[in-house]
């Protein structure tokens, strides 16, 4: 997707880009552009890569309204829907750097950020998934996450895998901002 098409699509959503949208760096296979409104909000769009990532973006929505409901710090969705066959989101843009960004230039906040984002991340666990998430788990968790193998599969099974609480499955330095004393946002 190119500026003037992500413009095109932002207008669609009922947002009027204040200058031509900026591609931001990161995601793992979503494509993500910040855009500034004539107000002066701030926030990301987000292009999931193929239409069958529709189901994707529901629960990621649904995940991140209960993370909000929660008081945890995420990105509010302000928009979403399917533009020529993709699936998209409008969320808010939040402030912060990467953790691991930080922490290569203060490393010795380590320690205090570490404990930070483990009390962040079990604030999250303490949260019930929403229903949406819950249909079929953990089997289609377990496809997501790439275990393939009937072995390891069987073995996550075996091990009573739980479906009560909502998890992130990819939290790490990289998808959590800092503003140096606490998390800010928990990505993804």
Known sequence: MDSNSCSEAIRSFGFEPAEPPQPVAGGWDTEMWRFRTSDGGEHVLRVYPSPEREAGLRVEQAAL????DAGLPVARVEASGVLSGLPMLILSWLDGEPLLAHLQRRPWRVRNLGRE???VHA???AIPPPDLMRQGAPDNWLVWTRVNGVIEQMELLRTSVGTGSLIHLDIHPLNVLTDGRRITVILD
Do not use: D, E, Q, S
């Not at 309204?65 to 909000?68: D, E, L, M, N, Q």
């Open 65 to 68: 309204a209960a993370a909000a």
């Open 117 to 119: 984002l483990g009390r």
């Open 123 to 125: 604030r999250l666990h």
